[in-house]
């Protein structure tokens, strides 16, 4: 039973920073494909950044430059810099995983999520 537990969110000014964690558990096999998601009242989920079992990256435009994810496989966690915050990157943000054909920032790829965590920039 794969699980995936996010912490780290929390209120922060622009211009600040926050790092979010996600633990996984559960996984028998190969690594996943593991992304950041996020989403804001009254708007879809979007991807963040995703990475592959290779441990090649991928962001969505509105993050390059700012974020960065990253994980670490003897402890089962993924990680999400995030720099220079604006008041636009608030929102619950949430981990996923899977063996998708493709690690890519689709939702729809994934099929395990943890349960979120908030992120409020002011």
């Known amino acids: 039973h794969v699980q995936l537990v996010e912490s780290g969110g929390g209120s922060v000014q622009a211009g600040g920073s926050l790092r979010l964690s996600c633990v996984a558990s559960?996984?028998?096999?190969?690594?996943?494909?593991m992304g950041w998601f996020r989403q804001a009242p009254g708007k879809e989920r979007e991807g963040v950044a995703a990475?592959?079992?290779?441990?090649?990256?991928s962001y969505a435009d509105s993050v390059k430059g700012r974020f960065t994810i990253s994980k670490v496989i003897r402890n089962n966690t993924l990680y999400l810099q995030m720099n220079a915050l604006k008041p636009e990157d608030t929102a619950m943000y949430y981990c996923?995983?899977?063996?998708?054909?493709?690690?890519?920032?689709?939702?729809?790829?994934?099929?395990?999520w943890g349960q979120g965590t908030q992120v409020t920039v002011s």
């Open positions: 559960g996984y028998s096999y190969r690594q996943p494909c």
């Open positions: 996923a995983a899977d063996h998708p054909s493709a690690c890519r920032l689709d939702a729809d790829d994934y099929l395990y």
């Open positions: 990475i592959d079992d290779a441990g090649v990256t």
